[in-house]
């Protein structure tokens, strides 16, 4: 079974900082996804960022980018820029590549809560 | 619609009590996922339908937990003789494919008192 790691509880960044928040998964699959996803008080998740493990480039989408490393198995996300609406709870995920039902369900780690300094 | 809708998005319940919890997809979705929020956790997995059909139930905690999509569009969770350990938001989310990007409702915040 895949597990999803996130240590960090919390962090705190300024406002226009830079801020990187860490997960480590663990898998014994070649073939996978990842993704961060944002969950302010609203409850509605939404996806930050994607990345396809067969890609050796890192993704980016404006002000976010990841660090994938793929044989240390870790995949950190990079705000840049940070802003007062990016204050939420950010939910590192995994999902298989296989192509059946019970697969494609999000794996999600514990989460870490992000406070934006005005 | 425009979006995933979950009602209610509060419920209180009496222990004991059973509920019954809905989730509207996008129009057209075939995918739709139902995760379980224990507070200050991450969502996790319960159970997973393409159309009609129910195809993973592994997650759901106990056979008092019953998820059902009758028609391929709307989904309802159906938790009997709630506890106190069901209190968390319950998520349901749906894609239009089993590997695209799935959307998210708003969730319904389960308390059992």
């Known amino acids: 079974a895949q597990t999803v790691t996130q240590s960090q509880p919390e962090m705190s960044v300024q406002e226009a900082e830079t801020v990187t928040l860490s997960c480590t998964y663990d898998?014994?699959?070649?073939?996978?996804?990842l993704f961060w996803y944002k969950q302010p008080p609203s409850r509605q998740m939404i996806l930050v960022i994607r990345?396809?493990?067969?890609?050796?480039q890192n993704a980016t989408e404006n002000r976010f980018s990841v660090n994938f490393q793929k044989a240390a198995k870790s995949f950190s996300l990079k705000i840049s820029d940070s802003q007062l609406g990016d204050a939420a709870m950010y939910f590192c995920?995994?999902?298989?590549?296989?192509?059946?039902?019970?697969?494609?369900?999000?794996?999600f780690g514990k989460g870490i809560t992000l406070s934006v300094r005005p | 619609g425009a979006g995933v809708s979950q009602s209610p998005r509060y419920k209180v319940a009496k222990r004991g009590q059973d509920v019954a919890l809905r989730c509207d997809p996008i129009?057209?979705?075939?995918?739709l996922f139902w995760y379980q929020q224990a507070l200050g956790q991450g969502p996790e997995f319960l159970t997973y339908?393409?159309?009609?059909?129910?195809?993973?139930k592994s997650g759901l905690p106990s056979d008092r937990f019953f998820a059902e999509r009758p028609e391929g569009s709307v989904s309802t969770l159906k938790i009997q003789r709630t506890q106190q350990e069901d209190s968390a938001v319950y998520l349901c989310?749906?894609?239009?494919?089993?590997?695209?990007?799935?959307?998210f409702g708003q969730g319904t915040r389960l308390t059992v008192v």
């Open positions: 989310a749906s894609s239009l494919q089993l590997y695209t990007e799935a959307f």
């Open positions: 898998t014994s699959e070649s073939d996978y996804y």
């Open positions: 990345q396809e493990a067969y890609k050796q």
């Open positions: 995920a995994y999902r298989s590549y296989l192509n059946t039902g019970a697969n494609s369900k999000l794996t």
């Open positions: 129009s057209g979705h075939v995918s």
């Open positions: 339908f393409q159309n009609e059909a129910q195809l993973d």
